[in-house]
């Protein structure tokens, strides 16, 4: 474990490419623009932390790191996330929030072994049907972006527990919604969403639903069956 977090680096010295034993190192809240090109040679990290600094683009080398279970990119100046993260298929946490990404790679979704994916505080305006083949997340967070709908296929995320969709744009939910039987925590809050599908009470699992600041004049009779 190598932890540089907080300080105010902007590099670090190649030598720590050499380092090829290391499993986990930590740059959050540094200043750097770029990740160091000699990460690509750190091939048994299983955790990188990048969080926090002023990353404008990923490297195609990303890749190599085949051993990474979870890589932490928030709140960093990111527009585009390269194809070569596709690579990654051992990620199980991907936090890719609080940048300004406005369309997610085809190839974010062969990372099928994804638990958590962070997205929120970007500027996504939809969701592809696709995220369906990312079967094994249990947490999914999009809120403060610009969605103003939600794929038919969120439903066949089985395994969702946490869904977190406040601050958008959304009118209106699928009834697929319903199908997400597992969730326990589903944030709708501060959206434009003016009534819920019937299926909405096929969420028995429910511990905690937030649908404050939206236009909804009704609830239906199912909620809490």
Same mark, same amino acid.
């Given at each position: 474990?190598?932890?540089?977090?907080?300080?105010?680096?902007?590099?670090?010295?190649?030598?720590?490419?050499?380092?090829?034993?290391?499993?986990?190192?930590?740059?959050?809240?540094?200043?750097?623009? &770029?990740?160091?090109?000699?990460?690509? /040679?750190?091939?048994? @990290?299983?955790?990188?932390?990048?969080?926090?600094?002023?990353?404008?683009?990923? #490297?195609?080398?990303?890749?190599?790191?085949?051993?990474?279970?979870?890589?932490?990119?928030?709140?960093?100046?990111?527009?585009t996330i390269s194809d070569s993260i596709e690579h990654l298929t051992a990620l199980t946490e991907l936090c890719l929030g609080n940048n300004h990404i406005e369309e997610l790679p085809k190839s974010i979704w062969k990372i099928k072994n994804l638990n958590i994916l962070r997205l929120?505080?970007?500027?996504?305006?939809?969701? #592809? =049907?696709?995220? =369906?083949?990312?079967?094994?997340?249990?947490?999914?967070?999009?809120?403060?972006?610009? @969605?103003?709908?939600?794929? =038919?296929?969120?439903?066949?995320?089985?395994?969702?527990?946490?869904?977190?969709?406040?601050?958008?744009?959304?009118? &209106?939910?699928?009834?697929?919604?319903?199908?997400?039987?597992?969730?326990?925590?589903?944030?709708?809050?501060? /959206?434009?969403?003016? &009534?819920?599908?019937?299926?909405?009470?096929?969420?028995?699992?429910?511990?905690?639903?937030?649908?404050?600041?939206?236009?909804?004049?009704?609830? #239906? =009779?199912?909620?809490?069956?």
């Open positions: 474990m190598f932890c540089l977090g907080r300080n105010q680096l902007t590099t670090i010295p190649d030598s720590i490419g050499k380092l090829i034993n290391l499993t986990w190192l930590d740059l959050e809240k540094n200043k750097f623009i &770029h990740i160091p090109y000699f990460i690509e /040679n750190l091939s048994n @990290l299983q955790t990188l932390k990048l969080g926090d600094n002023e990353i404008l683009w990923l #490297p195609e080398s990303i890749g190599k790191l085949i051993n990474l279970t979870r890589l932490d990119l928030g709140e960093n100046q990111l527009t929120g505080s970007n500027n996504l305006a939809n969701l #592809p =049907e696709s995220i =369906e083949k990312l079967s094994n997340l249990n947490k999914l967070s999009l809120g403060e972006n610009q @969605l103003t709908y939600l794929p =038919e296929k969120i439903g066949n995320l089985s395994n969702l527990k946490e869904l977190y969709l406040g601050k958008n744009q959304l009118t &209106h939910l699928q009834d697929t919604i319903g199908n997400l039987s597992g969730l326990k925590d589903l944030i709708l809050g501060e /959206n434009q969403l003016t &009534h819920l599908p019937d299926t909405i009470g096929n969420l028995f699992n429910l511990e905690y639903l937030s649908l404050q600041e939206n236009k909804i004049s009704f609830l #239906p =009779e199912t909620i809490g069956n």
